[in-house]
Every structure is written in C-alpha cells, then in structure tokens.
C-alpha cells in the first residue's frame, strides 16, 4: 500500500512538472512567433507593407494591424476555451501551436506593397487575425494545466513559468532579429534578412508538438468527464455563474498595456526616423531582451510569494509602479539617453510589472470553476488585451512624429490604465487557500492559514525529497 501510494505520489509530481515544462516550452515558442510580428511591425513594415509618402500614415497602419491580430482574439478565446473545457487542455494547446506555427511561417513568403500593391498589406492582417486566434487559447490554457496539475500550495509558484515562457519567447524573437539586424546591411536586412524569423516557425512547431504530446490530461477535467459534469455549453455557464469575475479579468488585463509602451510604441518612437530619436535598430532591440532576462530571473520569485502572502497585493503594487515607471522609461528614449532607457526598462519591464505578470496565471483560473475556467479565463483575458492592444495606433495617433510631450501624454494614459487595473484586481476574492475543487463556487471557503503553511511545508518537503 505504502508502494502504491509513493508511486501515485512520484506521478503526480512528475506530470506535474511535464505540465509546467510544456506550459512553458510552449507559451515559449508560441510567443516567439507571436512576437516576432510584433518587432517587425515595429521596425520595418512600415516601409515594406504601405505607401512610403506618408511616414505618418504607414507607422499607424503598420501599428494597426499589431492590433488586428488582438481583435481576432476574443472570437479565438470563444471557439478554442469552448474546446478546452470540453475537450481537455491538452487538446486546445495542440490547436493553438498548429495554427500558430502555420500563420507565422506564411508571413516569411509574403510579397511586399512594391511587388504586389494592396494585396500585400491584405494578406498581412489575414495572417495576423489568424495568429490572434490561435494565441487565445494558449496562456488561458497553459495556466489551467499547470495549476490543474500543481500541489497544493505551490499553483503560483508552478504557473507562473507559463509567463516565464511568454518572456523566454520575447527574448527568442529579439534574440533572432538581434544578430540580423547587426550583421546585415538595411537593404539585404528589408529585402530577405526580415523573413527568416518567420520561417524559422517551422523549427518551433516540431519542438513544440514533440513537448506537448507527452504531457497527461489534467486529473480536474479527467475526473469532470469521467462524472459527466463537462457541460455542454461552458461559455453559457461562465457569463451566467461568473460574469462578475469576467468582468474583472477584462479590467484586470488592461495591464498589457505595459508590454505595448515597452516593446511596441517604445520601439517605432526610439526607431522610426520621422520621431527623431535615432536609436538604431540593433541598440534598440537590446532594451527590451534586457528587461526580459531580468523578468524571466524574478518571475519565479513573484509566484513564490504569491503562495505565501496571496496573489492581489503584488498586483496592484506592481500594477501601480509599472504605470509610474512608463513616464521615466519614455522620458529616457526622448533624451536619447540609452543607458537610462535600459535601466527604466529593467526596472518597469524585468521587476515592478512581474507584480502582475508573474501572478495573472493563477489568479485568473482561481477565480473559476473547473468546467468553464479555460472558456472564462480565455474570453475575459483576450477582451482586456484586445482593447490595450488597439493603443499603439492610439499612442501615434495623439503623439505623431513632430509632437512634444509625448513621454507626458503617453505616460498619463498608462498610469490612468494600470489604476484601473489596480483597484480592480483589490476587489477580487483572495483564492490561494481554497482548494482546487472549491474554486469558482461563490462560497468557498479558504484553508486556515496555520493548516495552509503545514501543508504547503509538507508539498515543499516532499518536492525537495524526490529531488534529492
């Protein structure tokens, strides 16, 4: 009995770091493509995809169709959470890698507005409404695996390496544009040296798929389905039993505005030659890799303490900072001062914003209930993400190349934001002792403190034993 039990004990803990090894492997990779877009909607679409008369108009377009793949989201976080509450996570996860990895690698054939006109930026925001439908379903997920696999006590800590992934996957794509951008000259660099980050997807989706498919379904859906519990309609169940939860998901997920002041508007104001500012590409692409490695280091950390002291405290510290800090990392980039920018960066980016980042992939799922935590999670987030991700054309918008003050009109948009983001995280339930079968039922009631710390000492105690 005693070696029955220390088995199923030794498999839990294995498929539970199989779970948060796939979550983030794959958030990784997935996000790689994901961002790589992103950078190069940044850096030079604006020259390949649109009119080159007017810089003003191709930067704000260029920036849209960032925004287009966000607008496909909500629609992705309907069709593929339905899948995951219904079909498993596992499953989801598999869809959103495939269609991931097929919509990036396309992006590196396309044919630029010279060689074919309108087509060209066209089949651009095809591509992209396709990739924002696949990213829907990924970190929503990713999560709900991870934290469905976790032990007690311990679902911060685990599912907070599905963001570490996401950074991990940021860095990748700056990683691969760095050595090209440095080493090419800018005609080689916009004519083929752009395609080869897209086309390189190809290697991502077969890492991805031989990770993904070793991993077990979670025992929290398994047993679900086997009871006969798995609705029919999880997304019904979510807007009637937790809309209220939504709601604050939705707010809650306007943080992302963080990551598009740092990585995408920061970008073409530092890069783009109509803002003046003169930062070359390659010295660019640095602040950001910068202040990922650092969050990638603290990320761990973050989920730790989430165990140990709850999950909103650090948010709405690091909700609140981060808005602070985006005046002095703008500021920096406008005085062309590259060490500060670096340093603003790792400070808003790598440290205060894991508050949040490093947290948001507990917290969200803790706030549902087994049979609709993918769909709730997923549709609530992509909403909130959907509506900040619209902001870099925004942000060119009502500071074009030419404006000044545009470290104080930005800066004042994304403090008003993370606040909102803030107060909203604070009126949340405080989940981090309730069990995984309680979370999401309105009167849950959370494990005593005293109990908590011994079982969560013990969870520890057996880990570092196993490990030993």
């Known amino acids: 009995m005693e070696t029955t039990t220390s088995a199923a004990g030794h498999e839990r803990r294995s498929q539970a770091r199989k779970a948060t090894a796939s979550g ?3 958030s990784a990779l997935e996000y790689y493509d994901f961002f790589i877009y992103a950078q190069a909607a940044a850096l030079i679409f604006p020259q390949l995809f649109f009119p080159s008369g007017n810089p003003k108009i191709a930067i704000v377009a260029s920036l849209a169709t960032y925004g287009v793949g966000y607008v496909a989201r909500p629609i992705g976080a309907v069709v593929l959470g339905h899948w995951g509450d219904t079909h498993g996570r596992k499953n989801v996860l598999l ?9 990036t690698m396309a992006v590196g054939f396309l044919p630029t507005y010279h060689s074919v006109g309108l087509l060209a930026p066209t089949l651009l925001v095809v591509l992209r409404l396709i ?10 997920g990713a999560s709900s695996m991870i934290l469905e696999h976790a032990p007690f006590g311990r679902r911060g800590y685990y599912a907070s390496f599905t963001l570490q992934g996401v950074q991990a996957g940021q860095i990748l794509a700056a990683a691969v544009f760095l050595p090209l951008a440095y080493f090419m000259d800018e005609s080689s660099f916009n004519s083929w040296g752009w395609r080869i980050p897209f086309l390189l997807s190809a ?12 991993v077990h379904e979670t025992p929290a859906f398994t047993k679900e389905d086997a009871s006969g519990n798995v609705p029919r309609s999880p997304i019904v169940d979510a807007f ?15 943080m992302n505005v963080i990551p598009v002041v740092a990585t995408i508007f920061g970008a ?5 030659a109509s803002y003046g500012i003169g930062f070359s590409k390659s010295v660019y692409l640095w602040i950001p890799v910068i202040g990922n490695i650092v969050a990638v280091l603290v990320i761990p950390y973050v989920g730790n303490l989430s165990d140990r002291i709850g999950r909103r405290l650090p948010i709405v510290v690091g909700a609140l900072g981060a808005g602070l800090l985006s005046f002095g990392y703008l500021y920096a980039i406008s005085i062309r001062n590259v060490p500060l920018a670096i340093v603003m960066s790792v400070l808003m980016w790598g440290i205060i914003y894991q508050g949040y980042n490093a947290i948001f992939p507990s917290f969200y799922p803790e706030l549902f209930p087994t049979r609709s935590r993918v769909s709730a999670m997923a549709i609530g987030q992509n909403i909130g993400t959907t509506i900040t991700a619209l902001l870099p054309a925004l942000f060119a918008y009502v500071a074009p190349p030419g404006s000044t003050n545009v470290p104080l009109i930005i800066g004042t948009i994304t403090f008003a934001i993370t606040i909102v983001a803030a107060v909203t995280a604070w009126t949340a339930r405080e989940n981090y002792r309730v069990k995984l079968s309680d979370l999401g039922e309105p009167n849950a009631v959370p494990i005593d403190k005293a109990s908590y710390d011994r079982m969560r000492a013990e969870t520890m105690a057996e880990t570092k034993k196993a490990l030993a």
């Open 240 to 254: 009637r039993y937790n809309w209220r939860d939504m709601v604050r998901v939705i707010l809650c997920s306007l």
């Open 203 to 214: 290697v991502v989706l077969i890492a991805g798929y031989i990770i993904r498919r070793e």
């Open 24 to 26: 983030w492997i794959g």
């Open 268 to 272: 073409a104001y530092a890069v783009q």
């Open 95 to 103: 869809v959103c890698m495939f269609l991931m990895g097929f919509s």
């Open 131 to 140: 990739q924002g439908f696949a990213v829907a379903g990924e970190i929503s």
